[in-house]
């Protein structure tokens, strides 16, 4: 493997719990339905007393909890206890191959393994192998290295995307796997999971592919984080921490040097990407309208060529238009616009899902929706690679029910 450019991804000792109900061990990754703690508590409610991932993971619902550090507590005790009573099976230097049937319908294809936090750094700008997509917001990692700093294991919702339009890395895996390790239905309306463990000839297969996504390229991105980049950023903190307190060759032989993870191809056909819009509350809009005109000379009301801005308030719509835009997105030129006028106005923002829940909070009195294009799949790793990263809340793949289930786990000590 030393000869290979791909130094950051291989296989990965993973843990699998034997003898449970998987429909009640696996739960939604736990950054989904912040706002909606009836959802976890249906989930509790569902796996009751059984071994369960839910007794493992912190919902990030509950990180202001008045209880949090007694909970995560009681979580590395669980973790303690589960692997001292031998409830799970080891794969040692495996890699998994995922079949995901998504809420629509639609089948989404993964590869798990481990990756090296040596080739991962969310600094913008970054030439690792693997890089952030969106900006890394420093204060919402201090209460995830909370939960994983004393944590006996890790339990992966971190995606990571490949740009291979060629379908050269996973799909040969279609139909040529015969270990199944799990086949079941998700709760609460998530889909279907079913997983194989791939041959010694399929995994070597996969290897090789991934060496040819970087041949050729001075600086590879060969990953982008498509999803759970604050849980990443988090993992790759707690392990420069123990290379302060241990020196770097010791924290170089620790297995809390690699994460575990899920590889997914970017041109996946059941890959969505959906637009995050702006809805702002308390704005003026022909004030903002004035000054976002002020702010990008050149600049119109009206549909045109370039950047355009649809916008919904209270009995008016109108598109702002920037022609010969520097920024790669949309969503760049509308958020740099942003950062100063909601800083400067005191007005308040929200990031919304969906055409029409933005469009209808937009034309609530006092407010102004402020929707995105979809961004293409083809734009993703070009702007990382020119502009570092993407604006945040540029884009989300898929619907939350769709997001990665926690099934996996890891000795991270």
């Given at each position: 493997?030393?000869?290979?450019?791909?130094?950051a991804f291989?296989?990965?000792?993973?843990?699998?719990?034997?003898?449970?109900?998987?429909?009640?061990?696996?739960?939604?990754?736990?950054?989904?339905?912040?706002?909606?703690?009836?959802?976890?508590?249906?989930?509790?409610?569902?796996?009751?007393?059984?071994?369960?991932?839910?007794?493992?993971?912190?919902?990030?619902?509950?990180?202001?909890?008045?209880?949090v550090?007694?909970?995560?507590?009681?979580?590395?005790a669980?973790?303690?206890?589960?692997?001292?009573?031998?409830l799970?099976?080891?794969?040692?230097?495996?890699?998994?191959?995922?079949?995901?049937?998504?809420?629509?319908?639609?089948?989404?294809?993964?590869?798990?393994?481990?990756?090296?936090?040596?080739?991962?750094?969310?600094?913008?700008?970054?030439?690792?192998?693997?890089?952030?997509?969106?900006?890394?917001?420093?204060?919402?990692?201090?209460?995830?290295?909370?939960?994983?700093?004393?944590?006996?294991?890790?339990?992966?919702?971190?995606?990571?995307?490949?740009?291979?339009?060629?379908?050269?890395?996973?799909?040969?895996?279609i139909?040529?796997c015969?270990?199944?390790?799990?086949?079941?239905?998700?709760?609460?309306?998530?889909?279907?999971?079913?997983?194989?463990?791939?041959?010694?000839?399929?995994?070597?297969?996969?290897?090789?592919?991934?060496?040819?996504?970087?041949?050729?390229?001075e600086?590879p991105?060969?990953?982008?984080?498509?999803?759970?980049?604050?849980?990443?950023?988090?993992a790759?903190?707690?392990?420069?921490?123990?290379?302060a307190?241990?020196?770097?060759?010791?924290?170089?032989?620790?297995?809390?040097?690699?994460?575990?993870?899920?590889?997914?191809?970017?041109?996946?056909?059941?890959?969505?990407?959906?637009?995050?819009?702006?809805?702002?509350?308390?704005?003026?809009?022909?004030?903002?309208?004035?000054?976002?005109?002020?702010?990008?000379?050149?600049?119109?009301?009206?549909?045109?060529?370039?950047?355009?801005?649809?916008?919904?308030?209270?009995?008016?719509?109108?598109?702002?238009?920037?022609?010969?835009?520097?920024?790669?997105?949309?969503?760049?030129?509308?958020?740099?616009?942003?950062?100063g006028?909601?800083?400067?106005?005191?007005?308040?923002?929200?990031?919304?899902?969906?055409?029409?829940?933005?469009?209808?909070?937009?034309r609530?009195?006092?407010?102004?929706?402020?929707?995105?294009?979809?961004?293409?799949?083809?734009?993703?790793?070009?702007?990382?690679?020119?502009?570092?990263?993407?604006?945040?809340?540029?884009?989300?793949m898929?619907?939350?029910?769709?997001?990665?289930?926690?099934?996996?786990?890891?000795?991270?000590?």
């Amino acid at each position: 493997m030393n000869d290979r450019k791909n130094t950051a991804f291989s296989r990965a000792d993973i843990l699998l719990p034997r003898d449970v109900d998987m429909a009640k061990w696996a739960v939604i990754a736990c950054d989904q339905f912040t706002s909606e703690p009836e959802y976890w508590e249906a989930a509790a409610q569902i796996a009751g007393d059984a071994p369960s991932a839910l007794k493992l993971v912190l919902p990030e619902a509950g990180l202001k909890a008045d209880d949090v550090e007694e909970r995560i507590a009681a979580i590395n005790a669980e973790m303690d206890r589960y692997l001292e009573e031998g409830l799970f099976t080891e794969y040692r230097d495996s890699l998994f191959y995922l079949e995901r049937t998504q809420s629509d319908g639609k089948l989404r294809r993964g590869i798990i393994g481990k990756i090296d936090l040596e080739c991962y750094d969310y600094t913008p700008g970054s030439k690792s192998l693997i890089r952030a997509t969106e900006g890394t917001v420093l204060e919402r990692i201090p209460p995830r290295v909370r939960v994983r700093k004393n944590a006996s294991l890790e339990l992966p919702h971190v995606m990571l995307l490949i740009d291979d339009p060629a379908k050269t890395v996973i799909e040969p895996l279609i139909g040529h796997c015969s270990e199944v390790l799990y086949d079941f239905d998700l709760m609460l309306g998530g889909g279907h999971a079913k997983a194989y463990r791939l041959s010694e000839s399929l995994a070597e297969g996969v290897m090789k592919a991934l060496d040819a996504l970087c041949a050729g390229a001075e600086d590879p991105l060969l990953f982008a984080v498509g999803d759970g980049n604050h849980s990443l950023a988090t993992a790759k903190t707690c392990y420069e921490e123990l290379k302060a307190r241990v020196g770097a060759e010791a924290a170089a032989q620790s297995p809390a040097r690699y994460a575990l993870v899920e590889v997914v191809n970017l041109h996946d056909d059941a890959l969505g990407f959906e637009p995050i819009h702006r809805v702002l509350f308390g704005v003026d809009v022909d004030d903002l309208a004035e000054a976002f005109l002020e702010y990008y000379p050149g600049s119109y009301i009206g549909r045109g060529e370039g950047h355009v801005v649809e916008c919904f308030c209270e009995g008016r719509e109108f598109c702002l238009t920037v022609p010969s835009p520097k920024a790669q997105l949309t969503a760049g030129t509308l958020q740099s616009f942003l950062d100063g006028y909601v800083e400067r106005t005191g007005c308040g923002i929200d990031y919304v899902h969906g055409d029409g829940a933005s469009k209808a909070l937009g034309r609530q009195p006092g407010n102004l929706a402020m929707l995105l294009p979809p961004m293409l799949k083809s734009e993703l790793f070009p702007t990382v690679v020119n502009d570092g990263v993407l604006p945040r809340k540029t884009f989300s793949m898929g619907h939350a029910r769709d997001k990665r289930y926690y099934i996996e786990a890891r000795r991270i000590k």
